[in-house]
Antibody
Framework: QVQLQESGPGLVKPSDILSLTCAVS?????????WGWIRQPPGKGLEWIGY???????YYNPSLKSRVTMSVDTSKNQVSLRLSSVTAVDTAVYYC????????????WGQGTLVTVSS | QSALTQPPSASGSPGQSVTVSCTGT?????????VSWYQQHPGKAPKLMIY???KRPSGVPDRFSGSKSGNTASLTVSGLQAEDEADYYC??????????FGGGTKLTVL
């Protein structure tokens, strides 16, 4: 069974870097799937951040592209997200998810982790 | 890219059918058959309900169906049940390996 688990600091200061890790179990990230990050501000909708292939290829949301970096660690079977120069508007629940091999749909999701940007 | 447009709310009584719309443009919804729908209960992660406009993943009841006409996709829930009360989000491929989500619709079972 595919399981994803996000982890990282729950509180980040403005202008700092938000760093999260997504540990994948029950499935190798070195397969045919891409791995994505999606966020959801409190009480608001979902926003696609980007996705990454195990080779390191990435695609980012154009609105976040200048601040986002994703990476993979195949030895640990995990993917990571870094978001720089954060402000309060980056406060959100951050989800990692597996992009299905068909249809550009996310078929497995982590439970999400809340990151608050505040001094 | 702009978010897809969904009505903020929808409702129906148990046993009835309800349809949620998702309007985009010819650059996303209208241009590709890559529309997905997600169900999200409070405090939970989204769950994939529909992919490629009208296909259901294994385990999703056939009460859930999807369709598309032009730049608007739709999710229909037939035979509404109490557990269907949730937020529903559409998403679409938007070209150049971009994805876009809708703003979400809160479905209430009366």
């Amino acid at each position: 069974q595919v399981q994803l688990q996000e982890s990282g600091p729950g509180l980040v200061k403005p202008s700092d870097i938000l760093s999260l890790t997504c540990a994948v179990s029950g499935y190798s990230i070195s397969g045919t799937n891409w791995w994505g990050w999606i966020r959801q501000p409190p009480g608001k909708g979902l926003e696609w951040i980007g996705y990454i292939f195990y080779s390191g290829s990435t695609y980012y949301n154009p609105s976040l592209k200048s601040r986002v970096t994703m990476s993979v660690d195949t030895s640990k079977n995990q993917v990571s997200l870094r978001l720089s120069s954060v402000t309060a508007v980056d406060t959100a629940v951050y989800y990692c998810a597996r992009l299905s091999t068909f249809g550009y749909a996310f078929d497995y999701w982590g439970q999400g982790t809340l990151v608050t940007v505040s001094s | 890219q702009s978010a897809l447009t969904q009505p903020p709310s929808a409702s129906g009584s148990p046993g009835q059918s309800v349809t949620v719309s998702c309007t985009g443009t010819s650059s996303d919804v209208g241009g590709y058959n890559y529309v997905s729908w997600y169900q999200q209960h409070p405090g939970k992660a989204p769950k994939l309900m529909i992919y490629e406009v009208s296909k259901r993943p294994s385990g999703v009841p056939d009460r859930f169906s999807g369709s598309k006409s032009g730049n608007t996709a739709s999710l229909t829930v037939s035979g509404l049940q109490a557990e269907d009360e949730a937020d529903y989000y559409c998403s679409s491929f938007a070209g150049s390996n971009n994805l876009v989500f809708g703003g979400g619709t809160k479905l209430t079972v009366l």
